[in-house]
């Protein structure tokens, strides 16, 4: 089974940055597509952007232009930067990894931005 962790979240003010970071317990080139995802309390689960060798980096609106999603396939890591954050963007942050028809996800991780 795979198992995806994520780390780097925290409290931060409005203009503040954070990285955000999926472990895998497997070689991340066997996935079709990874991602990442949040969710606020309330709403719905929404994509903020995924990454893939054929597709490269797409991000959603909201996330385009603050926000970059890299990988690196030696160390088995996926990261999100994300930077001039607003308080919109609390929510948890999850790590989601597709691969064939399957989808694995992480545990998500708390992603706090107040003054």
């Known amino acids: 089974q795979v198992q995806l962790v994520e780390s780097g979240g925290g409290s931060v003010q409005p203009g503040g940055s954070l990285r955000l970071s999926c472990s895998s317990s497997?070689?991340?080139?066997?996935?079709?597509?990874m991602g990442w995802y949040r969710q606020a309390p309330g709403k719905q689960r929404e994509l903020v952007a995924t990454?893939?060798?054929?597709?490269?980096?797409r991000y959603s609106d909201f996330a385009r232009g603050r926000f970059t999603i890299d990988r690196d396939t030696s160390k088995k890591v996926m990261w999100l930067d994300m930077d001039n954050l607003q308080p919109d963007d609390s929510a948890v942050y999850y790590c989601?990894?597709?691969?064939?028809?399957?989808?694995?996800w992480g545990r998500g991780t708390q992603v706090t931005v107040s003054s």
């Open positions: 989601n990894a597709a691969r064939m028809s399957n989808n694995f």
């Open positions: 497997e070689h991340i080139l066997t996935f079709t597509l």
């Open positions: 990454i893939s060798f054929g597709a490269g980096a």
